[in-house]
T-cell receptor, first 113, second 114 residues
Framework: SQTIHQWPATLVQPVGSPLSLECTVE??????LYWYRQAAGRGLQLLFY??????ISSEVPQNLSASRPQDRQFILSSKKLLLSDSGFYLC????????????FGPGTRLLVL | AQKITQTQPGMFVQEKEAVTLDCTYD???????LFWYKQPSSGEMIFLIY??????QNATEGRYSLNFQKARKSANLVISASQLGDSAMYFC???????????FGPGTRLSVLP
C-alpha cells in the first residue's frame, strides 16, 4: 500500500531564516505531487505541483520554491521566511489519472516568529 | 475560473441524527470530479467520497452520501447517524485542468453534540 510522509511535523523558525520541508511517497512510482498551505481556520491553497522529476508548476507567486530531485521526493523551500509563511503545509499525491483522488500526508505546522 | 462555495462556516448536529453540508461549485468544464475531505483537529486530510460529473447515480460510502445536482452545480454531503467522532472540518473540492489540480472550498466546521 502507498504511504506519504512529511517532516518535520512541527517547526518554529525566525523571520529571515531558510526553510526546507520534505515529502516522500512510498509504494508507488511516478506520482503527481502537490504542496498546499492552509492558514489557520482557512481552506487549502495550492502552492506547487509536479508531474515528474524536475517538473514544477507554481500556482502562487511568493518567496517559496519547490523541487523534485527524485521520483518520490518533493521539497518545499524558502531562502528567507516571512511572518506570512506561517501555516500548515500539506503534501499530497495521486497517480495523475483524470479526476483521481489526492491523498494527503500528515502535514507540517510552521510558525515563523 | 473554478470556485467552490461552502456557505456554512459552522454546523451543529445531535448525535445519531443526519446532517447535510452544502457545497456549490462553478466551472465551465464538462468533465470534473467532486470530492469531500474530513480534517479532524490533528490536521490530516481524510478522503471521504468522490462523484464524477458524468456519474448518474449519487455516490455513497458507508454513512456518507453525496447529493449531486448537476444542473444546480451542487454536491452536498450527507452524513447519516452522526457520531461524536464526526466532529471536524469538512472540505468540498473539485478537480480542474484535466484532473491535475484541485480547488478547495473554505470548509464547514461540524460539531456533533452528545
Amino acid at each position: 500500500s502507498q504511504t506519504i510522509h512529511q517532516w518535520p511535523a512541527t517547526l518554529v523558525q525566525p523571520v529571515g531564516s531558510p526553510l526546507s520541508l520534505e515529502c516522500t511517497v512510498e509504494g508507488t512510482s511516478n506520482p503527481n505531487l502537490y504542496w498546499y498551505r492552509q492558514a489557520a481556520g482557512r481552506g487549502l491553497q495550492l502552492l506547487f505541483y509536479s508531474v515528474g522529476i524536475g517538473q514544477i508548476s507554481s500556482e502562487v507567486p511568493q518567496n517559496l520554491s519547490a523541487s523534485r530531485p527524485q521520483d518520490r521526493q518533493f521539497i518545499l523551500s524558502s531562502k528567507k521566511l516571512l511572518l506570512s509563511d506561517s501555516g500548515f503545509y500539506l503534501c499530497a499525491w495521486n497517480q495523475g489519472v483524470s479526476q483521481e483522488t489526492q491523498y494527503f500526508g500528515p502535514g507540517t505546522r510552521l510558525l515563523v516568529l | 475560473a473554478q470556485k467552490i462555495t461552502q456557505t456554512q462556516p459552522g454546523m451543529f448536529v445531535q448525535e445519531k441524527e443526519a446532517v447535510t453540508l452544502d457545497c456549490t461549485y462553478d466551472t465551465s468544464d464538462q468533465s470534473y470530479g467532486l470530492f469531500w475531505y474530513k480534517q479532524p483537529s490533528s490536521g490530516e486530510m481524510i478522503f471521504l467520497i468522490y462523484q464524477g460529473s458524468y456519474d448518474e447515480q449519487n455516490a455513497t460510502e458507508g454513512r456518507y452520501s453525496l447529493n449531486f445536482q448537476k444542473a444546480r452545480k451542487s454536491a452536498n454531503l450527507v452524513i447519516s447517524a452522526s457520531q461524536l467522532g464526526d466532529s471536524a472540518m469538512y472540505f468540498c473540492a473539485m478537480t480542474f485542468n484535466y484532473g491535475q489540480n484541485f480547488v478547495f472550498g473554505p470548509g464547514t466546521r461540524l460539531s456533533v453534540l452528545p
